[in-house]
């Protein structure tokens, strides 16, 4: 295991890229930036589940890059937060700095960045949109992909004419239009089941758009069905399937919680044909994508898109018996998807609580 380090980012130990397009061949320096536990919140609470959810993403992520050739893995640190994080050598954010400065001092110094940080508030299209046009590898989808699936009421339309499968979706002044007998609201630019009400009734859903922030909340049929997620390998309009995985979620006091999920529960077949279809619908989709869907009456209902790493990666490596980053490496290196994939080995679960059980 690698020893973790502190220092100041201009004493980053630089190595020259060489064969920058083979990956048997490359010497480079990563950051990994995850926005929760990496700074984003300074000043701000830091909710614990927030940053334990982080900090599965970005321990599987730091653990799996490290482990590629001639890759040094660097993070960023929140003070109030433990600075071990095995095989990264980290920069710590403190109360009164910012991580805006630690990211553009590491501009100039690192060979990629991998940002992980919620599209709510276009938190991580800003990001991304900002070091789009820097020297370095950005290992994300496209600025504006990032931006279109951040919106949930503007991917529905946009997707409607590619004939993607989705849950009917309307603002609060349509609602007369949606069928069914229980509804949800939630953000429109919301993350999985953060702040999403669960509408028992037509009653409940007039009074919830009566008082909804008309721009702010789109509203649903709630879909009775499988919930699951798809790990998605993506470049330019084609997309591989990692896994298939089923969601665990339970309604609680009006509202829906997000328990973990066991990746590679689900066969890759029955999935196949739909993550075909939504890469070709957003070409900008590029490396890792998940995307969150409802399988019911044997149809597959697209939820949401998140064009980054989810918390389904956490368990991927296991799932997959191999490191998921050599593929999503291979896709920026390459520019273009390999030509095999293996299958998902065993189901994984990921929770909130344990972290990742076999």
Known sequence: MLAVSFFCVDDLPLG???YRNDLHHISMNILIFEYITGGGLIGQPLPSSLAREGDMMLFAA???????????????RDHRLSNS?????????????????????????VHSMLFIA???GDILFSLCERYSTQSFELLNAEPRT???TSHKFATYRYLLAHEIPQIPTCRAADIRSLRGDRFVMKPEDGVGCTDISLLENRSELQAAADGADREHFIFQPYVQGVHASLSLLCWEGAGLVLSCNRQQIREEGGSLQWEGCIVGALKNEKFAGFASRIARALPGLRGYVGVDA???KNEIFLVEINPRLTTSYVGLGTALGTNPAQWIMQCFAERALPAVI?????????????GQLA
């Open 118 to 120: 919620p599209e709510n």
């Open 85 to 109: 994080v095995p095989g990264a050598r980290t920069v710590v954010v403190g109360p009164r700095e910012s991580y805006d400065a630690k990211l553009e001092a590491f501009a100039g110094t």
């Open 62 to 76: 730091v653990n799996d890059f490290r482990t590629l050739p001639g890759c040094n893995v660097f993070i960023l």
């Open 342 to 354: 293996p299958l998902c080995r065993v189901p994984v679960e990921v929770d909130l609580e344990g």
């Open 146 to 148: 990032i931006r279109l």
């Open 16 to 18: 020259e890229v060489q």
């Open 294 to 296: 409802v399988v019911a």
